[in-house]
């Protein structure tokens, strides 16, 4: 099963040349629901001041950016995000994640998310984690399902993707324990 062949963790400056690769390979696949990057995006360079932001954003609890790697050969096949990071009354943050095309259908993405929440639960100590999904986007929306994330409505209008304002499906997962 999945759990056993995939793990998470944090972004290494030596993973530049990989990540680069990886978002070159799937740009396409990637683009269909995600806004567009720049065309240095996919460099090595960009790459690697990308990861030294993330370790920055990291420090200041701002952002949490993870890889997700294949356990027979450590190869980087896709990356989960907490962005949107706010403290304070609200302990709450947003779920992102890419999965390299070679690798959908295999559970390998709801096992990432799972091991992103359950970081973020226990130890950032979120209250609550919010995904949004494009609707034409069934196989995610399962994702965050499948990892126990609850439909809450639709976010109009949300996201410019390829020139197009496009709504999105919001979905949500609340921290279970009483501690926070």
């Known amino acids: 099963m999945s759990e ?3 793990y998470i963790r944090f ?5 530049a040349a990989e990540l ?3 978002y070159k390979r799937n ?3 990637f683009g269909k629901f995600s806004p567009e990057n720049p065309e240095e995006f996919y460099t090595e360079e960009h790459q690697l001041q990308a990861i030294m ?6 420090e200041s609890d701002r952002r949490y950016s993870f890889v997700i790697c294949h356990k027979e050969n450590d190869q980087i096949i896709g990356n989960v995000d907490l962005s949107f990071v706010v403290r304070g009354s609200l302990q709450s943050c947003m779920i ?4 390299d095309q070679a690798y959908n259908g295999k559970g390998y993405m709801t096992e990432a998310v799972k091991q992103v929440v359950r970081y973020a639960f226990e130890e950032l100590k979120f209250h609550r984690i919010v995904g949004e999904v494009s609707p034409r986007n069934p196989g995610s929306i399962r994702v965050l399902e499948n990892a126990g994330f609850h439909k809450e409505g639709i976010a109009r209008s949300n996201v410019k993707i390829n020139g197009v304002w496009e709504d999105h499906q919001v ?4 921290n279970p324990s009483k501690d926070i």
């Open 27 to 29: 740009r396409e696949f």
């Open 4 to 6: 056993q062949q995939i």
């Open 171 to 174: 979905l949500a997962l609340i």
């Open 20 to 22: 680069a690769a990886m």
């Open 53 to 58: 932001k993330s370790q920055s954003d990291r």
């Open 11 to 15: 972004l290494d400056d030596a993973d």
């Open 96 to 99: 992102g994640y890419n999965l």
